[in-house]
């Protein structure tokens, strides 16, 4: 008797529990949507215009898998806008400290130009994902995207670029109460638009980046004004690691870089180089630098570099590169004139 009335209370316990954890799934799944909205309106506050044309969650009992019908965003205050047809994410039912988004195939970009029209962008996906993980106060720790078959449009009037795989990792870290963000991309394959630089080609083999932004970026403004601040803060990118190979061009490097008042980059970097002639061609062709400057720089690289044994292209080892008052040279040589990378 004894047995029975312990299995019926076990199970009368398991049935309450189970009652119980379906009530907290449902009411949640239900607030779902009023969070999101409330969320939303608070962006508003910073120049995000949020919407949505629907909601639907499901992944009863272990997950939410929440479906956004026709998401769509505009920035206000930088000038783009974002739109898809739908937008899917899950996270654990029990914790929400990951949280796994699952992109559309096609999405619609528009960015303001200066002369106040609007350029449409459309992206094209294969595979995508995007994961996210939060700390304890619901902010972002690490975000990691990874795509697949990227072809984007209207970036290049009448041309399409195409990248094989593109994964890009952020990590928010504070060191000693300084703000740092560690981020790095690799991405393959990628074919450009032609007649995009004169004399590399339109194969970029690879390029990857491994760098820390050093200093906090102001989230409640414009890009211009965040970078601006973060700029006037002493905010520094360390470039652990950069390396490229486009058609001839081949470049590892690594070094600092700053902005200077005119939102110019300022560097102080060490490279090495191959496949220097041909990018020296392309500028020349490109307009950027004279003919005799460029002639100049070659006969002093050619005198600097490395001949390899086995009869492949000259290497520049450790060359300095330096940025400053809007002029890149590499080894003291001037190679290009730098415009702002934003405009105040």
């Known amino acids: 008797m004894r047995l029975v009335l312990l299995a019926a209370g076990v199970a009368g316990a398991i049935a309450v529990a189970a009652a119980g954890y379906t009530g907290y799934w449902f009411i949640a799944a239900g607030e779902i949507g009023e969070r999101f909205d409330a969320w939303a309106d608070k962006q508003r506050a910073q120049g995000l215009e949020i919407e949505r044309q629907g909601i639907e969650v499901s992944g009863f009992p ?39 988004v699952h992109p559309d195939r096609r999405n619609a970009v528009q960015v303001l130009l200066e002369d106040g029209e609007w350029r449409d962008i459309d992206a094209r996906i294969d595979d995508s994902l995007l994961v996210v993980m939060l700390d304890g106060d619901r902010r972002f720790r690490e975000v990691t995207l990874d795509l697949h ?10 041309e399409t670029a195409l990248v094989g795989s593109l994964r890009a990792n952020g990590v928010a870290m504070d060191d000693g109460g300084e703000e740092i963000l560690k981020t790095s991309i690799a991405l393959r394959d990628a074919v450009l638009p032609s007649g995009l630089a004169e004399g590399l080609g339109e ?36 470039l652990t690691g950069f390396r490229i190979r486009w058609g001839p ?96």
């Not at 078959?149 to 009448?158: F, M, Q, R, S, Y």
């Not at 932004?213 to 601040?229: Q, W």
């Open 62 to 100: 272990t997950r939410f898998e929440i479906t956004l019908r026709e998401p769509r965003v505009h920035d206000t205050r930088n000038g783009w806008r974002w739109a898809t047809e739908s937008l899917r994410a899950e996270a654990s039912a029990w914790d929400f400290s990951e949280v796994t």
């Open 149 to 158: 078959g990227l072809e984007v449009e209207g970036v290049w009037p009448g």
């Open 203 to 238: 194969s970029l083999d690879f390029l990857d980046i491994d760098a820390s932004v050093v200093g906090s970026i102001p989230s409640e403004r414009g890009t211009s004004e965040a970078v601006a601040a973060w700029r006037d803060a002493g905010g520094t990118l360390e």
């Open 249 to 344: 061009l081949g470049i590892e490097s690594s070094g600092t870089i700053a902005l200077d008042a005119a939102m110019r980059p300022i560097a102080a970097m060490t490279a090495d180089i191959i496949g220097y002639g041909d990018v020296i061609d392309a500028l020349i062709m490109s307009n950027l630098i004279p003919l005799g400057d460029g002639f100049i720089a070659k006969v002093a690289f050619n005198m600097l570099a490395e001949k390899p044994e086995d009869g492949g292209p000259p290497v520049l080892r450790a060359v300095p590169v330096t940025a400053q008052d809007g002029v890149l040279s590499v080894a003291t040589i001037k190679v290009a004139e730098l415009p702002p990378v934003l405009a105040e």
